[in-house]
Nanobody, 126 residues
């Protein structure tokens, strides 16, 4: 059974930084791509970026330069480093893995091909 758990969310002032973590079980990040998404109240789910099994990353254009995705395969963890945060970055952030289509009873971002999702972690920037 695949399970993802995000952590590290919280409240931060504009211009600050946060690092979100995603811990995986039942899956290894050297065997499945993973991605970070976010959803702000009233908005559709938005892709933040992805990291492939080879470590290559891609970012939504507006976020490149402020956000960095990495993984620690030995720890089965992935990270989203966020800097120079802005109020518009306020959202629930999700990690997801395995491009096999939704495998959960509820996938937060149904337009995504990722199959497994964490429960999300709130980031509030004021």
């Amino acid at each position: 059974h695949v399970q993802l758990v995000e952590s590290g969310g919280g409240s931060v002032q504009a211009g600050g930084s946060l690092i979100l973590s995603c811990t995986g079980s039942g899956v290894t990040f050297d065997d499945a791509d993973m991605g970070w998404y976010r959803q702000a109240p009233g908005n559709e789910c938005e892709l933040v970026g992805t990291i492939g099994i080879d470590g290559r990353t891609e970012y939504a254009g507006s976020l490149a330069g402020r956000f960095t995705i990495s993984h620690a395969v030995a720890k089965n963890m992935a990270y989203l480093q966020m800097s120079n945060l802005k109020p518009e970055d306020t959202a629930v952030y999700y990690c997801a893995t395995d491009l096999i289509g939704c495998q959960e009873d509820h996938c937060p971002c149904p337009q995504s091909e990722f199959g497994y999702w964490g429960q999300g972690t709130q980031v509030t920037v004021s």
